[in-house]
């Protein structure tokens, strides 16, 4: 299970930028996929998900109203649509798979299981003027 995320690049405070998540060896409309980032010395944090159909999504507070996580299972990608870019949103975004279960797990507060999460390499975003 290979995922990729892409997209990433330097924006001005105020930009948008996309990423995008595709996956090789298999397919990624059977599962649940989530956007996390990592800062310079955080942890990481997640940023959104998205379920299996796509019909049920989760933004963290910080990003509510600015990130739009969608699917095109056709074409086998996700997408995260970021607006209103800040330069605290700066980091490391990786895009993961997993059950819909550990959807529900993440939309309660909670992280996805280690063992049935499967992590993409990131792609790094900077905002900054």
């Not at 942890?43 to 996580?69: H, L, N, P, Q």
Request: with cysteine; aromatic share 12%; charged share 15%.
């Amino acid at each position: 299970v290979q995922l990729q995320a892409s997209g990433g690049g330097l924006v001005q405070p105020g930009g948008s930028l996309g990423l995008s998540c595709a996956a090789s060896a298999f397919s990624l409309d059977d599962y649940a996929i989530g956007w996390f980032r990592q800062a310079a010395a955080k942890e990481r944090e997640g940023v959104s998900s998205i379920s299996t159909s796509g019909g049920s999504t989760y933004y963290a507070d910080s990003v509510k109203g600015r990130f739009t996580i969608s699917r095109d299972n056709a074409k086998g990608s996700v997408y995260l649509q970021m607006n209103n870019l800040k330069p605290e949103d700066t980091a490391v975004y990786y895009c993961a798979a997993f059950s819909d279960y550990d959807w529900f797990l993440i939309a309660s507060g909670g992280k996805p299981r280690d063992n049935h999460t499967y992590w993409g390499q990131g792609t790094l975003v900077t905002v900054s003027s």
